[in-house]
């Protein structure tokens, strides 16, 4: 069936790069996305990839999708403190439904 | 716009009691979503919409669970009666065909949430 895994934790010192990994299993998607969620607030669209893409750059966000092994990564230059929330990598698998994983929570270190 | 609103932000409840939360898409889009998100079980879809009408409520727990979009401005969400294990944090989310960017990327846009206790 349709799955969405990332790991849970990530801890990086403010500065650095963070990396943050994803793996899908519908070799169908057309769009997987990342959204970011601060504490007491919904999810936000930080960035998507189309699936005939490898890579996506936005600022300090770069996608790369390698679909051979259905792995999604966001990478985060220049990691902040502001930068610290939830990450959700998601997958658009078509009817409308968009499949979610269970969120990398990101703690960056002054 | 305003983005999706949702009332009220905090509910709290006492078990047996019906709770009934609001949510208003954004003007345009004619998706609309319901999840739940809890630390257990993280974001779940219990229930979507396409113009008002419902199209997938699998994910809607038991019969206690109902939701209703009367029109393409407003949606509910009720419980009846509310259990201490529906203690969660329930997101409403709108989405568009097209897309922000008119380009069909269906990227959904949540709400803030109401956070649901239930003692």
Redesign the interface.
């Known amino acids: 069936g349709e799955d969405v895994e990332q790991s849970l934790f990530l801890s990086v010192r403010e500065g650095d790069s963070s990396v943050i990994n994803c793996t899908y299993t519908d070799s169908s998607s057309t769009y997987l996305y990342w959204y970011k969620q601060e504490p007491g607030a919904g999810l936000q669209l930080l960035t998507y990839i189309f699936s005939n893409m490898d890579m996506k750059q936005d600022q300090r966000l770069t996608v790369l999708l390698n679909k051979k092994d259905k792995h999604l990564s966001l990478r985060i230059a220049d990691t902040q403190t502001g930068d610290s929330a939830i990450y959700f990598c998601a997958e658009y698998t078509g009817g409308f439904k968009t499949i979610f994983g269970a969120g990398t929570r990101l703690f960056v270190k002054a | 716009d305003a983005g999706?609103i949702q009332s009220p932000r905090h509910e709290v409840t006492e078990m047996g009691q019906e709770v009934t939360l609001r949510c208003k898409p954004i003007s345009g889009h004619d998706?609309l979503f319901w999840y739940r998100q809890t630390m257990m079980r993280?974001?779940e879809?219990l229930i979507?919409f396409?113009n008002n009408v419902p199209?997938?409520d699998s994910g809607m727990p038991e019969d206690r669970f109902s939701a209703k979009m009367p029109n393409a401005s407003f949606s509910t969400l009720k419980i009846q009666p509310s259990e201490p294990r529906d203690s969660a944090v329930y997101?409403c989310?709108s989405?568009s065909?097209l897309g922000s960017r008119g380009g069909g990327?269906?990227?959904?846009?949540?709400?803030?949430?109401t956070r649901l206790t239930v003692t």
């Open positions: 999706v998706y993280g974001l879809l979507y396409n199209i997938d997101f989310a989405s065909a990327s269906y990227e959904q846009y949540f709400g803030p949430g």
